[in-house]
Structure formats: C-alpha cells, structure tokens
C-alpha cells in the first residue's frame, strides 16, 4: 500500500504503508506501481518524493512472502520505472533503508536521509544476494572496492558513512520528509538523465583483477563453504565489466544458482527460528513467553574471572547500574582494571562516554542487599555453588532473582540451598560473555514463569539471543557437545590423526575443529573438572591408562597429554605445537609417536579414517543426542536447538543448525548411519539412534516444521 498527495502543489508525495518496516508486500509494490504512474500523469506534478510512513522508509523484502511465489508487481521493473521518469524523484530515508529498500532508494535520481537512519544491503547473511538490480547499481555509484564491502558482508551503515561513500546526497537532523521535499523543488526542471545510475560506469580502479583475486580469496576463507558471498562477487565483478543490463543477467542467474542450493533455504530457517525461540512456552505447560517479567533496576555480579568480567560489562552497557564483588583484593583490582578497559573500548567504538559510574566494587556480599537480580559466575564447582547460594539466600532482600553462570550444574540443587527455589534460574553466558550473542536461561523444577521471562528480557535487553531450556547436566549445548568430541577423541584411538580429524570439520564449515578448539580453551580446564568429579585420576598415564568409565566406552588420551604438562596454546604444547608469541597449530610428531605408542600399548590397529566417516560420527552422534533432548523436553523443539548451535558453538550458518542439517540430509540416512557406526562400535553408546528419531523415521521423517506435534504425540505415549 501507498498513500499520495501533492505538496506545494508541485511535488508528489508518495508515503509506503505496511507497518512495521514499510516492508515492500504485494500490495506495497501494486501501491507504488499505481501511485507513481498518478504521480507522473499529473502536469502539476514537477518532482516526487518518495518516504515511508512512521519513521520508516522500507526494511526490503516482506519476510511474510519468503518462499512463496511472486504476487503482484515485480521490483525491478518497479525500479526501472520510477528511474526513466523524466521528472526528479528523491528518497527520503529515515530510520532503515534496507535490501530492496535501499535498491529503491538507488533507483530514485537523489536521496535524502536521516542522521539516525541505516543503510546496508544485507541479503548475503540470508543466503541470497541484492538481485533487485543492487549489485549493478552501487558498485557504479561508489566503486567496486566499497561496494564489496557492504555487498559480501551485509552489514548497515550509518548516514554519515553513506554521505561519505556517496550513496546519499545530503543528511539532515531535522525533518526527512521536509527537507526531501524542499530538494525536490530545488531540482525541478533540471535534467536526471546524469543521475540514472543504470547508464553509469563503474569507477575505475588501477588493478580490478588484483581486488577481485584478493576480495574473493578472503570471502572464501571466510564463508568456510557457503556459497552466497562468492556470488556476491561474481555479481559485482560482472558489473564492473559488462554494460547495466547484461550484468543484470548475471545477477539473475547467479540468484537462480543460489536459491536452489538449500543454502539460502538454511539461512532463511535461521532467520525465521531465532524469532520463533522467544514464543513458545516451556515444556511443563507454563507460558513465560506471556508472563510479565519483573523490573529489574540494579543487579550484582558476584565473581570476577573471565565470565564474571564480560557479564558485568554487558549488564552496565545495557544501562543497569551492577555491583560487582569478588572476594579476593587482588582479583578485585585485575578486574576492576579489565572492566574499566572493555567499557572504554566498547564506548569508543560506539562514539559515547564510558558508562564507568554505573558499576561499584566490593569485597563482601553485604553490597548487595539491595539489588533486584543477581548473577554469580564463581569457579564451576557444586558445593562452592551451594554455600554461595545459602549465603544469597540470607544476604538478599526478599524477590530478589538468584542466577547462575553455571554450563552444567543441576539448577535444582542450587535452588534448594535457597527459601524461594521459585526465584532461582540459570544464566548461561558464553564466553566472552560481553561479545557472545547467545544466552542459555536455565529454568529447574521450581523456577516461576515470572522469573524465567525475567532472565530472558534481562538477555534481550543486553542484547542477546535468548533461549529458554531445561535443566540436565549440560543443558542443551554441552549436553550436545560431549558425544561430539568424544567421538573425536575415539577417531584418534583408531587411527585419525588430530589434523585430519579438525579438517574434516573445518571443511564442514566450522571456524575450528575440535582439537584446536581444545587447545584454545585449554586443555587442563576439563582435566581438572573430571579429576574433581573423580571421573579420572592422576596415573592414567602410560602404564595405567584406561579405556572405560562407569561401563561406557573411554579415551583417556587427553588425560595423558594434560600429564605431559600439554594444556594448549597457554603451553605452547597440545595436540598441535605452537611457536611463542603465535596461536597457529603445527603438527607435532611428537603427538603422532604418542598415539602410535598408546595404540600398541592397547592393542589397536590404525586403520585409515576418511573425512565422511569424521563428520557422521562427530555430526550425527550430536544430532543423536539433540534428539534425546527434545524427547525429554530439554529443549521446546528443533528451532532451539538450532539456534543454540548457530550462536553459541560456532555452527556453520550456512547449515542452518543441527537440526535443519539432519533434515535436509534426511532422517533415515542418519539413523542408517548411526546404526551401521553402532554395529562396529557397540560399547559407544552414543551411535544408537534414539527412540525419538526412530519414531520420526518410522513416521516418514516428517518435515522439520512438524516436529512439535509428533514429539507431543511421542511424549503422550509415555
């Protein structure tokens, strides 16, 4: 929809109508298709305005239409149409010009923005590129090399950035629509023919090819295998070197590759699901997602480590005034001078003043009497957990909201050292938990509905991806994680080496495998935790080591190098080698000989292990698990899971998360494949396919977006 007038009697408005972002429906396209032929068979008409109403110009494409076939006026020849008018037409742009949004905007001979406005073309992080004549178009405005830049990543830019690349002609403070239309009268009667960007060249640059090779190595390096960015600059290449409507055939049939890839259908999951995450109530029946939260005014931090540090930041970025105490002076001063550092960092790049007053430190918990919600982020250990929470419980007014950074610990347990286990939930942030988008709120068997949705608008507000999920040791993504790396672990005792192994999965798209992750993290970290568990003991080395725990299969290798003194790149020495000062992992024989020593202390024969074989029992035994977690209402459905993955352990996006993966390769190919894995290895509990992915293949592997209603079916069974 549209709406038009005629101001000044000389210039037609034109004001898109589809709230919340102008979105450009069927009917929006049909509305200025409608309103600008009036427009332009008015004689009293001189110039157009184009706007959006409520602050908004256009967020591009409606996302109610995805997937969905084509209704209505098509957008470029929409776009080709207002460009050919011989009467000026200027955008006025406020608050976001967006993909089609903007690739309007670019088709209007002038634009006009609002300081505060956003431009980007960001259809690359949907696994698409801007098809509407978007990458023809600002390559020939701007240049290739900036052009690449806002087309390959997607990102938004600012007005002022957009007045300096050259997308906008002027930026104004005041009133968009105002000064757009004082323009538009200001230009009447002279020529636009120099203003179509379709008959522009793109400007040169002293080596074309040389960008092109560079940009295009980098995108691949970063795109890790999808597909999207190489397109994007294939599609600006084509640009700089055919005419305007030839390298708008290239646009076309590159899109044409790209959608039918799946990537783009995975990007677009992704999408969709991190919006459906925040709807959907927890699986005991009670709706957080409708319960009011509490107001939360001032929050406390208790425990300054790493995790503790990046809390406090986001809290005080986010605007809530944070007590932070630790203990130990000496920890309290490393952390008061790390906090002061993030936050003038972080304010640095966000052009403000370091928000420093609005956290105070202390060393005793009597600081915190008075605050609404606490977040402890203590060493991960049960009884220090424990005596902490006894100690919250007595030291806190009543209501206040009781949190714990914890990755794995029973929730419920904590809660009952308490006198209100209603108040009580989990908070699990990712680290560094100041840059980490996702945030795991952990509700245990007496937490309210009131303070779950508590904690979920507390992680919105700091800008977080909020994800409800049940409580188990580990939650939902760690939980996911052990038969991952265990599975890893067992590829090393029977013949993989660490190297083959982290290829295969970075070939899968992740940034890292999981042995150089581990040694990123560091190794001694779960060596000490399985240690303190009793899980493992010191003299598992070479003459005692073990292969089975509690029954289930077992590899100690990690165990043994920790007693080497190996713990990753802190040591210089993991399951790679790195040289002082450097975090690139090189092979280290002296690993292979250890292995090679292991496996003939145990009786093992190398067999050669294919990069195949490494993704199937990494990918599908976390998949397997995943299952289990939805069978056991740990997780709402498939979109939670995913999302986790996709924001908090490095998923390749581009695969849409674990689940949407094992729903484009096909449940039963997955289930055949655990069955076949398990029938060699049946002391690995982890290669037997779960009932719930039983019943769904039994089922006919319904698509993913049924899931919900046959696991509620399977769940009544019980």
Request: aromatic share 6%; hydrophobic share 40%; glycine share 10%.
């Amino acid at each position: 929809m549209a709406q038009y007038s005629r101001i000044s009697k000389s210039v037609g408005v034109i004001a898109l109508q589809n709230p919340p972002v102008n979105a450009l429906s069927a009917a929006v396209r049909r509305g200025i298709v409608d309103t600008v032929e009036q427009a332009l068979g008015d004689p009293k008409v001189k110039s157009l305005v184009i706007c959006g109403q409520n602050g908004m110009f256009c967020g591009g494409a409606d996302i109610k239409e995805f997937g969905k076939p084509m209704l209505g006026p098509h957008l470029i020849p929409m776009i080709h149409a207002i460009e050919a008018s011989s009467k000026p037409v200027v955008a006025a742009i406020e608050g976001i010009a967006l993909g089609g949004g903007l690739e309007l905007a670019l088709g209007c001979h002038y634009r006009i923005t609002h300081s505060k406005a956003k431009l980007g073309l960001p259809e690359v992080t949907l696994g698409l590129l801007p098809a509407a004549t978007g990458s023809q178009r600002l390559p020939r405005l701007i240049g290739a090399p900036a052009a690449l830049d806002l087309i390959t990543t997607g990102r938004h830019i600012t007005a002022a950035e957009a007045l300096r690349l050259g997308i906008v002609d002027q930026v104004t403070d005041g009133n968009t629509v105002d000064a757009a239309v004082r323009f538009a009268q200001s230009v009447i009667g002279k020529s636009v023919n120099h203003r179509r960007i379709c008959d522009m060249t793109c400007p040169p640059h002293p080596d074309m090819d040389g960008l092109f090779e560079a940009v295009m190595q980098k995108v691949r390096r970063s795109a890790r295998g999808a597909i999207a960015p190489v397109a994007c600059v294939q599609a600006v290449r084509a640009a700089t070197r055919l005419p305007y409507h030839d390298g708008l055939q290239k646009e076309r049939e590159l899109m044409a590759t790209i959608m039918t890839s799946g990537q783009a259908q995975a990007l677009q999951y992704a999408f969709f699901a991190q919006r459906t995450v925040g709807r959907w109530s927890i699986p005991n029946g009670a709706r957080w997602d409708t319960t009011k939260p509490k107001v939360v005014r001032k929050a406390a931090v208790i425990g300054l480590g790493t995790m503790g540090r990046g809390i406090a930041v986001s809290l005080v970025q986010m605007g809530m005034p944070v007590v932070a105490v630790e203990m130990d002076e000496k920890q309290l001063a490393a952390a008061r001078k790390a906090i002061t550092g993030m936050l003038e960092r972080g304010a640095k790049r966000r052009g403000v003043v370091a928000p420093l007053d609005s956290i105070s430190y202390n060393i005793k918990l009597q600081a915190i009497s008075d605050v609404d919600l606490v977040i402890e982020a203590v060493f991960e250990d049960m009884d220090l957990k424990k005596k902490l929470f006894r100690q919250l419980s007595d030291v806190c007014k009543p209501g206040t909201l009781l949190c714990s950074n914890t990755s794995s610990l029973d929730i419920d347990q904590l809660a009952a050292q308490t006198r209100s286990p209603e108040l009580v939930v989990g908070m699990h942030f990712f680290s560094p938990a100041h840059v980490m988008k996702l945030l795991e709120v952990v509700y245990g068997s007496r937490s309210s509905p009131e303070t779950v949705a508590t904690a979920m608008h507390l992680g919105k507000q700091m800008g977080k991806v909020s994800v409800a999920v049940g409580n188990c040791w580990g939650f939902v993504g760690n939980r996911m994680l052990r038969p991952y790396k265990d599975n890893a672990l067992f590829l090393v005792e029977e013949g993989a080496t660490p190297e083959v192994v982290d290829r295969a999965l970075e070939e899968f798209g992740f940034a890292m495998g999981v042995f150089r992750m581990s040694d990123l993290a560091g190794l001694d970290v779960g060596w000490r935790v399985r240690m303190g568990k009793g899980l493992v003991k010191r003299g598992t080395g070479p003459e005692h080591g073990t292969r089975a725990r509690m029954g289930q299969r077992y590899c100690p290798v990690e165990d043994l190098l920790c007693e080497e003194g190996r713990f990753g790149q802190k040591t210089g020495l993991g399951w790679y080698r790195y040289e002082a000062g450097s975090t690139d992992a090189k092979p280290d024989p002296w690993v292979q000989r250890f292995l090679e020593a292991y496996r003939s202390r145990h009786g093992l024969v190398a067999r050669r292990i294919d990069h195949q074989e490494v993704q199937e029992r990494c990918l599908y035994t976390m998949i397997n698990e995943a299952f289990r977690i939805l069978d056991e209402g740990i997780a709402a459905g498939p979109e939670d899971i995913d999302i986790i993955y996709l924001f908090g352990y490095g998923w390749p996006r581009h695969r849409g998360g674990p689940m949407f993966y094992a729903n484009m390769v096909g449940l039963a190919k997955v289930m055949e494949r655990l069955e076949h894995y398990h029938q060699l290895h049946p002391d690995n509990p982890h290669l037997e396919p779960c009932r719930l992915l039983r019943k769904l293949v039994a089922s006919g592997s319904p698509p993913i977006n049924t899931w919900r209603d046959v696991i509620r079916k399977v769940r009544s069974q019980l």
